[in-house]
């Protein structure tokens, strides 16, 4: 029995020890289809296609760009800073007497004059105040003359001996009294009279008049902080920016230069910087540095003839300092930036670009000074130069227009050659109908 049951062990162990060279195979060639399939994959998806030969395959493989010619012309040194709308003048109309006013005159936006009549207050108590000044100034201008006349005689009487020396000063002293009376109430009769015109609410300069703050009825005094109305000056109008203390020397020089030529220009833009605002100049610059900015005050001023600029307005404000003339410019477009500086992609006559080290100058809006590196006349990239590489082939965009516009246009050309170029109509006819079939007319020509 137990012999029975070892050789049963021992045939049980030789199957696997058999067995298990065989599963060793098995993993490892399954593991090995695996790594070639991977590797047959990556060899697939790494591969790059050759590049194609010949003219019109190379062209379908090139990278259509934008490009622009480098050119001499005078470039503007400009300086862009945020700036404020800031009017001349702004005032707070008042009322200069209290009382209820009965009028409003004016409308809310509207342009008044100075002088112009915005609001009127009732001018009844002021009317009486001025007719009792002048009865009293009435008055009192009486009792001088008859004071006057009083001590006449009685310096006539002194010097006859008939009247003593004390009433005649008595006298004397009256009439410089009524005198002082009168002078007072001619200042109070000229204070009556002004108080009656401060009764009409006028305007103290020209302007924009803003939203009402005062309606009829309203018992209005001085004390009032809305007053009566507002006014704005609106044109002209200045702006308020700030510019680094660097470029002080640069504006000086061109304001002590002399009239002719202290007047910079400036322009105004919107937010975007987009769309031109107002033209206009250079004013002045405040008389001492910001220490915690580091720049300076400045003012130009503006016609705003439009009323386009508002107080208070915050836009772009660009001042031209200075003109460099004669310099090569590109597009900014064109200027490429990397880690040994900036460059362009010059296009070579082969439709290859290569790279060109430059180094810049002063730059306006869109175009860009080049102070060395380049030369005039040479075309540079200026659109599609992230896809490019130093020596890649290039397309032009204007010459990789769609089939049907360029089969157009050369249409159009042909046609007006042909127009023009006319001397039989029959052939002119044979040789339209030739270029819009050339098969027909080739299998007609065959067959004669």
């Keep these: 029995m137990d012999a029975k049951v070892n050789h049963v062990v021992s045939n049980d162990l030789s199957e696997r020890s058999l067995a298990s060279p065989h599963r060793v195979r098995i993993v490892l060639l399954a593991l090995g289809a695996a790594l070639l399939l991977a590797l047959v994959i990556w060899y697939f998806i790494q591969r790059e296609p050759a590049p194609p030969r010949g003219g019109r395959r190379d062209r379908q493989f090139a990278t259509t760009v ?112 009524l005198e002082g009376t009168v002078a007072t109430d001619r200042a109070n009769v000229a204070t009556a009279r002004l108080n009656l015109s401060y009764s009409s609410v006028v305007a103290p300069i020209e302007g924009r008049v803003g939203l009402r703050t005062a309606d009829v009825g309203n018992y209005v005094t001085p004390g009032d902080a809305a007053g009566v109305a507002t006014i704005t000056q609106l044109a002209p109008i200045d702006v308020v920016f700030a510019v680094p203390s660097d470029a002080i020397a640069r504006i000086q020089s061109r304001i002590n230069a002399g009239p002719a030529s202290q007047a910079l220009s400036a322009t ?16 002045t610059l405040d008389n001492q540095v910001d220490v915690q900015t580091g720049t300076v005050r400045a003012k130009a001023r503006f016609a705003n003839a439009g009323q386009i600029l508002f107080p208070n307005q915050f836009v ?36 290859t670009v290569h790279v060109k080290p430059i180094v810049t100058g002063p730059a306006s809006a869109d175009l860009v000074s080049v102070a060395s590196g380049l030369s005039p006349d040479e075309r540079v990239v200026t659109e599609g130069g992230d896809r490019l590489v130093d020596g890649a082939s290039i397309t032009l965009a204007e010459d990789s227009g769609p089939p049907a516009a360029r089969a157009d246009k050369a249409s159009q050309d042909k046609a007006s050659q042909d127009k023009a170029n006319q001397p039989d109509k029959s052939n002119n006819r044979d040789r339209g109908n030739r270029q819009r079939d050339p098969s027909k007319w080739r299998r007609r020509d065959n067959s004669s």
């Design 66 to 177: 934008g490009t622009a010619l480098a050119t001499r012309q005078a470039i503007p040194i400009t300086l862009d800073a945020l700036g404020t709308v800031t009017p001349l003048a702004t005032s707070i109309v008042r009322a200069q007497v209290s009382g209820v006013l009965r009028q409003v005159l004016y409308k809310e936006g509207q342009i008044v004059t100075r002088g112009q009549l915005l609001a009127q207050i009732d001018p009844e108590p002021f009317r009486f105040a001025l007719d009792q000044a002048l009865g009293t100034l009435q008055r009192d201008t009486a009792q001088l003359e008859v004071a006057k006349v009083t001590l006449a005689r009685d310096q006539t009487l002194l010097k006859q001996d008939s009247i003593a020396q004390q009433d005649v000063d008595t006298q004397a002293g009256m009439v410089k009294q």
């Design 268 to 283: 105004v833009m919107d937010r975007t910087r987009s769309k031109i605002l107002e033209q206009g100049q250079f004013l």
């Design 316 to 351: 772009n404000i660009r001042l031209v300092t200075d003109t460099l003339e004669n310099a090569i410019v590109v597009p900014a477009a064109a200027i490429r930036h990397g880690p040994q500086g900036d460059f362009v992609y010059v296009v070579a006559e082969d439709k």
